[in-house]
């Protein structure tokens, strides 16, 4: 009797081992497939469709990707009030993954200002900037890999 109770209690841990297997797997990130979030990361804020009403909208730019990266979609910066400015990307935005993908607004004498990780690589999303960034400085949206040091794309910023 006590080797029975032996094998079955055996056989239960196989079991519960396969199906935890299972579903470490199909969560993991090499099981992700194309337009879900990478790990860790933080749901997009805002839905943004192409040519929706952006009042507020002062500066706008179109991504385009550097060498073999794709980056596409708009960047608009809204201006919500006195030192109270956001960056938004469209809803048809898309990247390529990538191991930490940030954003970063530039400028042209090379000064960056951190604005976050990129919260999914499909789709619309905001990013707060810091109050009364001078954004006539700071012209470039750049989404930029921080870990592989890659440039993935930039869109320049014009005044809409």
Do not use: C, H, W, Y
Not at 12 to 34: K, R, Y
Not at 72 to 98: K, M, W
């Amino acid at each position: 009797m006590k080797i029975i109770s032996r094998i079955a209690i055996i056989g239960l841990l196989q079991a519960g081992i396969i199906v935890a297997l299972i579903l470490t797997f199909s969560s993991s990130p090499m099981a992700a497939q194309e337009g879900d979030s990478p790990p860790n990361a933080q749901p997009p804020q805002v839905a943004l469709t192409v040519g929706e009403e952006t009042s507020g909208a002062v500066f706008a730019g179109e991504f385009r990707g550097n060498g073999p990266f794709t980056v596409v979609g708009e960047a608009i910066i809204i201006n919500e009030g006195p030192g109270d400015q956001s960056l938004r990307f469209t809803e048809d935005f898309r990247t390529n993954r990538g191991q930490r993908l940030a954003v970063f607004l530039r400028s042209q004498s090379g000064a960056v200002i951190d604005l976050g990780d990129l919260g999914d690589i499909i789709g619309g999303q905001e990013f707060e900037i810091p109050a009364f960034t001078n954004l006539s400085e700071f012209n470039q949206v750049q989404v930029f890999d921080e870990i592989a040091g890659i440039d993935f794309g930039t869109a320049v910023l014009a005044p809409v």
